[in-house]
């Protein structure tokens, strides 16, 4: 078993149902993008960009898109609880997926920018 699936079921059977359909819709979205563990919870990056995090808590599930990402969608995430580069959703609500998958194809195009930057043009 992967470290992201051992992750998901050190949870309650509710709590790990959302962490899955978080984590097939990212895998579902960005087929080739890297999954690993980091600072202790689910890690994705793209072209070698972080791309998202996620975790679980008590009350909620952590979405971390970095700063960038959620500023993109600040009006939307504002009835959330949120800090730097994190956004609290409370398990006693319905989870936003339309939100998060937005946020997932926001911050696929803005790695991609950023390695598009970077690369040399050709002649």
Known sequence: MDSVTLYIK???ADVQ???T???VLIKHKVPDVAESISYGIP???TNGKPLIYF???KNHIGLYA???GHEQFKKELSI???GKGSVQFPLNKPMPMDLIERIIDFKVKANQEIVNQV???KS
């Open 43 to 45: 890690a994705y990056k």
């Open 55 to 57: 975790a679980a808590f």
């Open 66 to 68: 970095t700063p960038q």
């Open 17 to 19: 149902e959302i962490l």
């Open 21 to 23: 359909v978080i984590r």
């Open 80 to 82: 959330y609880k949120q």
């Open 10 to 12: 050190s949870f309650p």
């Open 119 to 121: 690369k040399p043009k």
